[in-house]
């Protein structure tokens, strides 16, 4: 749909009160950010350098009046990504880098003083070291680069963190960008979000790295950014983190990536603490690409036990899992072993928790670690006794043995 210039055919339209036009604007922005998201079911309007007119300036660039109904009209602004990185890999004029923070700026402050915010920061890709530099260089002494722009377009987000009703930050996923190093979550400019995010419904820190070191000051401080938060109810956290303070009492939906901690103690004991304080119906330590943090010291024997009623839907990613009682677990997720590994015996694992806690498991999905692995058909045979109850079972790991999986596997099935 072209909207660049105008005519005899338009004039209709342009007749049209703002209010109905303010109406028609919404439709076009949505159905735009709809086809042009990263994401499928984001639906959020792409501000990229190289990556094509926004629908909301291409609207405000046909007349006066359009501009002035665009401007006036918050909800069109409501649901923006700013992905940091250009879609073209040639060289970035410093005046470009200037421009493309200022348009973003306006865009943001285009939605007004209170009306909510779908916000995302694509590409993250510069440290939190570097970013503190920024911060720290006069005006006079700025490099206008992408570094620059990252930094100014985060503190004009943070301006708006009250009207935050969802935050995303995610960098580049590694798995296929294995020459891109992993960025820093931006700690020293996130604290200033504290106490100011009445309206933040859910918070996503995906793909990056970077925390401050374990004898640190800053992390007791930092931990609490997200702490009040009093409608926050989904946490993704598929990010190297340290231990974080959250209101736990009312998440409904939480993913933690448990390779974060500096040692297997320190995430047993961060475990324990969240399993005694969340009510989360759904959580997660993570996804199948972890690293697996070994117990070094031998202390699992010595962990407690801790029981959660409120979880049902549990996701375990190759992980030395400390002792836990789910009576009320229906779902889980857990990444299978292969026999050639010693350091880990993930069936041994789940069978542990399904006989202990005495739960009517419903759906069960098993998924594979690496791509070299193969799933020991016969140690899932185990846990058969706990599955009687079972609806749905998903299996996306290679398999040893194909046939002996079809004779024990096929007694699986629905009711």
């Not at 909800?75 to 990504?81: K, P, Q």
């Not at 390779?259 to 995430?267: A, E, I, L, V």
């Not at 997720?333 to 928790?353: C, E, G, K, N, T």
Request: hydrophobic share 40%.
């Amino acid at each position: 749909m072209s909207l660049a210039t105008t005519g005899t055919a338009h004039a209709p339209v342009l007749s049209l009160p703002n209010e109905l036009l303010a109406t028609v604007f919404d439709i076009v922005v949505f159905e735009a950010a709809l086809s042009s998201s990263h994401d499928h079911f984001e639906s959020l309007t792409v501000f990229q350098i190289a990556g094509g007119l926004p629908s909301q300036l291409v609207l405000m660039s046909v007349c006066n009046s359009w501009k002035f109904v665009c401007m006036s009209f918050p909800a069109i602004w409501s649901r923006i990504c700013i992905a940091l990185v250009p879609a073209t890999r040639t060289p970035i004029d410093p005046t470009v880098w200037q421009q493309f923070a200022d348009a973003c700026g306006k865009a943001l402050q285009c939605g007004g003083r209170s009306s909510p915010l779908d916000l995302k920061l694509h590409l993250w890709n510069v440290s939190d070291e570097s970013i503190q530099s920024v911060a720290d260089t006069p005006l006079q002494s700025q490099v206008f680069d992408s570094t620059w722009a990252s930094y100014r377009i985060l503190r004009f987000c943070i301006e708006h963190s009250p009207r935050w009703r969802t935050f995303v930050m995610q960098g580049h996923d590694h798995m296929h960008h294995e020459d891109e190093p992993l960025a820093g979550i931006p700690w020293s400019q996130l604290v200033d979000i504290r106490n100011r995010i009445p309206n933040l419904q859910a918070i996503s820190l995906i793909d990056l790295d970077e925390k401050p070191p374990p004898a640190s000051p800053l992390r007791s401080y930092y931990a609490n950014i997200f702490r009040e938060a009093p409608k926050l109810s989904e946490a993704t956290f598929n990010s190297r983190v340290f231990p974080l303070n959250l209101p736990w009492s009312q998440l409904t939906k939480i993913t933690i990536n448990y390779t974060g901690f500096d040692s297997y103690k320190q995430f047993a004991d961060y475990f324990v603490f969240v399993m005694r304080n969340t009510t989360a119906s759904t959580f997660s330590w993570g996804d199948d690409s972890l690293a697996l943090i070994e117990d070094v010291d031998n202390i699992l024997p010595t962990l407690e036990t801790v029981e959660n009623p409120h979880i049902t839907d549990f996701r375990i990613p190759p992980m030395i899992l400390p002792p836990v009682l789910l009576p009320n677990l229906t779902s889980l997720l857990f990444v299978i072993s292969d026999a050639r590994d010693v350091r880990l015996d993930s069936v041994s694992q789940v069978l542990s928790l399904l006989k202990d806690s005495g739960c009517r498991l419903l759906h069960l999905t098993v998924e594979q670690w690496t791509e070299d692995y193969t799933a020991d058909a016969e140690a899932i045979v185990l846990l058969l006794p706990y599955l009687t109850n079972l609806q749905s079972l998903t299996w996306t790991a290679a398999l040893a043995d194909e046939e002996f999986s079809r004779a024990h596997l096929s007694h699986v099935q629905p009711p």
